[in-house]
């Protein structure tokens, strides 16, 4: 799978997604030479035409996503876990569920995974 990194994660993060077999983008790759998307929409709808999945800690986001209704047929990762226990999380969020499902949102933190569908 190929995944954007957003938010405020670290390298150690995107290292853990490489190591389960996974891609990462930063959000400069979206941008070229147009300004990168700013608002929910604009980046899901990116994200969605890229065929990429989001990861990121940004609780607003995803709120403003839930809040707006915004439909994403893809997976979005919040990692809530802190410091250096983030780069674990994301490999239990991996032993556990091998393939992500689409529309589905994985609220990762240090002790659990919870999975929640996404508007739409």
């Known amino acids: 799978m190929q ?3 957003h938010g405020g994660l670290t390298a150690d993060v995107a290292e853990a ?17 147009a300004p990168a998307p700013d608002s929910p929409k604009e980046l899901l709808n990116e994200l969605a035409h ?3 999945c989001l990861l990121t800690d940004d609780r607003d986001f995803i709120h403003q996503v839930y809040d707006q209704g915004l439909k994403f047929n893809l ?3 919040l990692l809530i ?9 994301v490999e239990r969020l991996f032993e556990r569920y091998k393939r992500l499902s689409p529309r589905r949102l994985y609220t990762v933190t240090s002790g659990r995974v919870k999975v929640r ?4």
């Open 75 to 77: 997976s979005i990762v």
């Open 17 to 33: 997604m490489v190591r389960q077999g996974h891609r990462v983008h930063q959000l400069a790759e979206l941008a070229g030479e």
């Open 50 to 52: 890229r065929q990429w």
């Open 3 to 5: 995944f954007l990194v």
């Open 117 to 120: 569908q996404l508007p739409g």
């Open 81 to 89: 876990a802190q410091g250096d226990q983030r780069g674990s999380a």
